[in-house]
């Protein structure tokens, strides 16, 4: 097999099965060129591409979400892991008695929003557009990369910055092969978000934060009680 | 309404009849319309008017002269045969009176 024949089979697995093998065979029957065939499909992978971008729902799931929500995360991951560290200084290493006080509230409070953010977040960023979560994921380590570069607490590890990504990636996970939660489960999430974000309401500028981070919880009750998409929707030919 | 492109693809897989699939559709493209046209451009549109719900397509038979390889083939729905009539009449209509519509009626008396 030629050098070009094979690039231009590698090059065709970019597109789904049923697509490839219909695009090949057009190609096999026309007798079209190898290189005018890469070309060929290179052009419709980027058109499927585009058209993906014609709708909102990857602009929201990359701009409104992957963006936003990593650059406020890793704020509130390194108030974690600071006053976690400040506790366990205090409390464990220094001292004797484990008090249950405001401190320990405020952490564990924390922590639970934490994950709730980061669950939610990432589970409706990979229901919202599945097809361009790549983009979304590669999106939101673009904040990511540059914290981590200007990071400068000496009595911390910089990786405390990426704590939001334990629960993050295991909602994206989730949202990818589940696409809906159940209406119980939505509507828990909602409920202990809005919850523990009520002291912070009558702290002035905390709402934008907070509702900019609660605002997924509260789209998957949403989205929960609408009915699930029939699979005779599903294309196979598509870009998965 | 339907696009001019999405109008000349529909003409196409209707001339082909039972026969439209990408390839014979792109000839007949390139032959009656005399231009270029890409894969790319060809299936986007495909998939654009099966969404809405102008065309079906299915997967259909390999043949030799394909690689073994089989075709995506294409049908007309009745929503499609109406949306192309649509456009063809309104073509028509907004043409009439048009230096160059006048002299093709000429030519054609």
Known sequence: MSLSRTMLHAIARLLTPYEREAVLGDLEELHSNNWRGIAEIVDLYVRRRIVLWKSWRPWVASFGLAVPLSLTLMGLSVSIAKAGQQWINGNILHGSNLALGPGLALLLSNIILLTAWSFTGAFVMGTISRRTVRISVALSFVPCAFCLARFRIESLSRFCLLLFMIPAAWGLMYGLRFARIRLRSALFFAALITALTIPAWSTKGAWIPNWALSWPAWYLVATSLRKAPSLEEHHPWQIS | ?109
């Open chain 2, 1 to 109: 309404m339907i696009g001019e492109f999405e109008y000349v693809l529909l003409t196409a897989a209707a001339a082909l009849g039972d026969e439209a699939y990408g390839a014979a559709i792109r000839e007949e493209i390139e032959r009656s319309a005399g231009r270029r046209c890409s894969i790319g451009a060809l299936y986007t549109t495909i998939d654009r008017l099966e969404a809405k719900n102008l065309l079906t397509t299915w997967m259909g038979e390999a043949t030799a002269e394909r690689g073994g390889r089989a075709k995506r083939m294409v049908r007309l729905t009745p929503h499609g045969v109406r949306a192309a009539r649509d456009f063809y009449n309104t073509i028509l209509s907004v043409s009439r009176g048009a230096a160059w519509a006048v002299e093709r009626g000429q030519e054609t008396i």
